[in-house]
């Protein structure tokens, strides 16, 4: 039981280039999340999938897409990379009926 | 004002103190409230959440929740160099039912031996 996965764990960019974060998860849960982590801004929510064929904007979802591609996995994309995108990627996932959420690893992701 | 603050940080306490880590929150409908640890380079880890108004206490963490003044703290007793990390304080917020987390910035903690 893996839990959260993501990859990459590190990514550097050129601004414009674009790139695909992905995350798995193997406990079968129905929600998913991607957030980001700036320096003393906490976590934020750049979007949340609540299940399956279902996505829905966060709190910064401007310059990203994402899919549910299936109830494991939930990829992150940026079209075209801005130095501002330099950040670390949390993926979670979070069972049905409960609150608790669950992180991966993390993507640090530098774009020059 | 942000939705959810964190006191301000960073939080240095000698080894063998109790840490008191605060937060407070904007939305009043919230319900849950959650307690994570991140080390540095690693990624956030649950260790206390707290749905009901008192104190809920686990080993040597306490989390207290006052809902009629929106806040919610974390005690850390015996606090022990391992403990040194940035503690996220997160909350339930929107009213929705998926579970959507909001966090604060997050206090860092050093415990010095």
């Known amino acids: 039981n893996a839990g959260v996965t993501q990859t990459p764990k590190f990514q550097v960019l050129k601004t414009g280039q674009s790139m695909t974060l992905q995350c798995a998860q193997d406990m079968n849960h129905n929600s998913m999340y991607w957030y980001r982590q700036d320096p003393g801004m906490g976590l934020r929510l750049i979007y949340y999938s609540a299940s399956e064929g279902t996505t829905d904007k966060g709190e910064v979802p401007n310059g990203y897409n994402v899919s549910r591609l299936n109830k494991r996995e939930f990829s992150l994309r940026l079209e075209s990379a801005a130095p501002s995108q330099t950040s670390v990627y949390f993926c979670?996932?979070?069972?049905?009926?409960?609150?608790?959420?669950?992180f991966g690893p993390g993507t640090r992701l530098l774009v020059l | 004002q942000k939705e959810v603050e964190q006191n301000s940080g960073p939080l240095s306490v000698p080894e063998g103190a109790i840490a008191s880590l605060n937060c407070t929150y904007s939305?009043?409908?919230?319900?849950?409230f959650f307690w994570y640890r991140q080390y540095s380079g690693k990624s956030p880890e649950l260790i206390m959440s707290?749905?009901?108004?008192g104190d809920k206490e686990d080993g040597r963490f306490t989390a207290q929740l006052n809902k009629a003044s929106q806040y919610v703290s974390l005690l850390i007793r015996d606090s022990q160099p391992s403990d040194s990390a940035t503690y996220l304080c997160?909350?339930?917020?929107?009213?929705?039912?998926?579970?959507?987390?909001?966090f604060g910035q997050g206090t860092i903690l050093t415990v010095h031996p």
């Open positions: 997160a909350v339930v917020t929107g009213g929705t039912s998926y579970g959507k987390l909001t």
């Open positions: 939305d009043r409908g919230s319900q849950s």
């Open positions: 707290i749905y009901s108004n």
């Open positions: 979670a996932s979070r069972p049905t009926g409960g609150e608790t959420q669950y």
